[in-house]
């Protein structure tokens, strides 16, 4: 059984930072960010696999990284120049069977273990 508890979400104002922390127990492959804003469907924000394979969304345009504590087992999120339109809950995901296919890594339904998401609410 994979349990994610995820941190770190807040308000800021356009333009500032924020870092996300999603600490998982159990064995896990692949690793995920993905965000949902009120009356729209969850999408993925950033993947990182096993191996120390990333993936982004394109509309990241760099402005968020993501990267993985293999030995405490937690996966991060930085966010920089946030936007208003990046308000959303935020949820950290985790596929403990396999790394999946890699165009498949930012799709939801990829991963089979979820956290109960952190809000990150930017305010113009």
């Known amino acids: 059984q994979v349990h994610l508890v995820e941190s770190g979400g807040g308000s800021v104002q356009a333009g500032g930072s924020l870092s996300l922390s999603c600490v998982a127990s159990g064995r896990i492959y692949l690793m995920g960010w993905f965000r949902q804003a009120p009356g729209k469907e969850r999408e993925g924000v950033a993947a990182?696999?096993?191996?120390?394979?990333?993936m982004y969304a394109d509309w990241v345009s760099g402005r968020f990284t993501i990267s993985r504590d293999k030995i405490k087992n937690t996966l991060y999120l930085q966010m920089n120049n946030l936007k208003p339109e990046d308000t959303a809950m935020y949820y950290c995901?985790?596929?403990?069977?396999?790394?999946?296919?890699?165009?498949?890594?930012?799709?939801?339904?990829?991963?089979?273990?979820w956290g109960q998401g952190t809000q990150v609410t930017v305010s113009s």
């Open positions: 995901a985790a596929n403990s069977q396999s790394n999946g296919l890699d165009f498949t890594r930012l799709w939801p339904q990829s991963y089979n273990n």
């Open positions: 990182f696999d096993s191996n120390g394979g990333t």
